[in-house]
């Protein structure tokens, strides 16, 4: 049987359309749900929105519509661009849907009756754009209006009265966890943020709101609506079934924004220790996409248009740019001049010439088959692609690494057919023309199959010029040279350069 593999995304507020934030983040974890399929894993991988709190209830109120109204309406948006940047997601979780709330629900009433939730009143900080909690250290004065210093987001003083989970019995339990799971947090500079965080003191977290009404009922109290944080990070356990009969719980990897760090790495494992529920193994906090020095964001009024720029240049193109040129971990600057560089010399003049090339001579001397080889007797001959350092660098989530690695094995092949000039060697009838194109050919192959987890559709594209189908593409295939003489249907175009 299939080892088994959760993977999830952040949910997204369907309060604005998405931007190229949400879209790297979405893509990121894709590849690596793809890369795992490649190596043979059965992949869960979930995406979705997070439907419910002051924020949603608010734009609701803008546009003129009920919540529900509003979140059917944007949140379908968010569906779309699923299918937009080819995401193999095998499920999409709305928090409004019943088989949502009946889990928030029922771990509620684990919550209480293990003896972690009480009744009080909430004084404090809130921000509606964070939807979190914020301590008065943590807020400042700027220009007549009280904001968090660290997400620069408005709060408000709140006064209501609250149910309260008693994060404050965790402090210790959380502190031991991530010592003993020390790569629980990724990538391992975030862990220290999360670590002095913890030790600067956990205080009871409020965990329901009564000013407003759109939420997940607190059970048994007709005024208390669920903190929208205990009820979106509860999707994971959701989607998973883990109340139902077959659960694929705990997930593998949580893919989230370093903003969101608090949550997923210190609420969301209290939560889970106080259920007596398995933690999920490791959280991974990317980095932003910035638009100049800034984090891209509706409020800024800073964003590309994911679906524009996909328009423009491409899906795979842009799939490979986010995931070659922002380090998986940090955050990345992206801009047109740079996203057409990397096209054009990656792509188009890299990988596509050589492809170009092969395919062509193939064409014209061997009658589009692949070159029936006797002999590999040079060293050159033999340029494998290093696959066990591809393996590691995508297990540590080096997702940068992993695509830089392919393309200078691609530019090492470029360099080994400049070199063999296998157009003239073919003028000069030396057999070794064959072997050269044979090994070129393969390692072709070998480099799209790398690519798949990137750039799907490309990869799928010129793998069935092999003859290789699909279903079929798997890591175990790098071991397998082509058989001589498959018959090969020429690539068209690859890539296409831009000015
Ligand atoms: N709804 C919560 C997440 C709940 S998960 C249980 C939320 N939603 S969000 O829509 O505001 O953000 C979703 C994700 O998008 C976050 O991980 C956030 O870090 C990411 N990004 C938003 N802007 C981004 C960039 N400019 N760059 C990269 N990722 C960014 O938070």
Known sequence: MKKSFYITTPIYYPSAKPHMGHAYSSISADVIARFKRLDGFDVKFLTG???????????????????????????????????KLNLSNTDFIRTTEKRHSETVQRLWKILEEN???????????????????YSKDEVESVENKKICSATGSVVEWVEEESFFFKLSEFQDLLLNFYQKNPDFIQPASRKNEVISFVKS???????????????????????????????????????????????????????????????????????????????????????????????????????????????????DEIRYYLMKEVIYGLD????????????????????GNLSQRIFTLINKHFSSKVPDVKLLKEDSDFLFIPMNNLKTTMENLEIHNYVREIISYSSKINKYVNDEEPWVKVKNYDDRVGSILYVALNALKNI??????????????????????????????????????????MPGLLFKKHI
């Not at 209830?57 to 569906?79: G, R, T």
């Not at 003896?115 to 909690?133: M, Q, R, T």
């Not at 490791?282 to 984090?295: A, N, P, R, T, V």
Request: charged residues 25%.
């Open 49 to 83: 929105t997070d439907e419910h709190g002051q924020k949603i209830q608010k734009s609701a109120i803008k546009e003129n519509l009920s919540p529900i109204e509003f979140c059917d309406k944007i949140s379908k948006v968010f569906f779309d661009l699923t299918k």
């Open 115 to 133: 003896n972690k939730i009480y009744l009080s009143k909430y004084s404090g900080w809130y921000s509606v754009s964070d939807e979190a909690f």
């Open 201 to 315: 003191g956990l205080k009871d977290l409020s965990i329901s709101r009564t000013s407003f009404d759109w939420g997940i009922p607190v059970p048994g109290s007709d005024k208390h609506i669920m903190y929208v944080w205990l009820d979106a990070l509860t999707n994971y356990v959701t989607a998973s079934n883990f109340f139902g009969e077959k659960s694929f719980w705990p997930a593998d990897i949580h893919i989230i924004g370093k903003d969101i760090l608090r949550f997923h790495a210190v609420y969301w494992p209290a939560f889970l220790m106080a259920a007596e529920i398995p933690l999920p193994k490791k959280i991974f906090g990317h980095g932003w996409i910035l638009s100049g020095d800034e984090k891209m964001s509706k409020s800024k009024g800073n964003i590309l248009d994911p679906i524009e720029i996909i328009d423009e240049f491409g899906l």
């Open 332 to 351: 990345g600057k992206i801009n047109i001049d740079n996203l057409k560089n990397c096209i054009n010399s990656d792509l188009a003049n890299n990988v």
């Open 448 to 489: 799209f199959i790398l690519l798949h987890p990137i750039m799907p559709e490309k990869s799928e594209n010129f793998l069935s010029c092999l003859g290789i189908p699909p279903e079929n593409i798997s890591l175990q295939l790098i071991d397998q040279n082509l058989d001589s003489n498959t018959k090969l249907t």
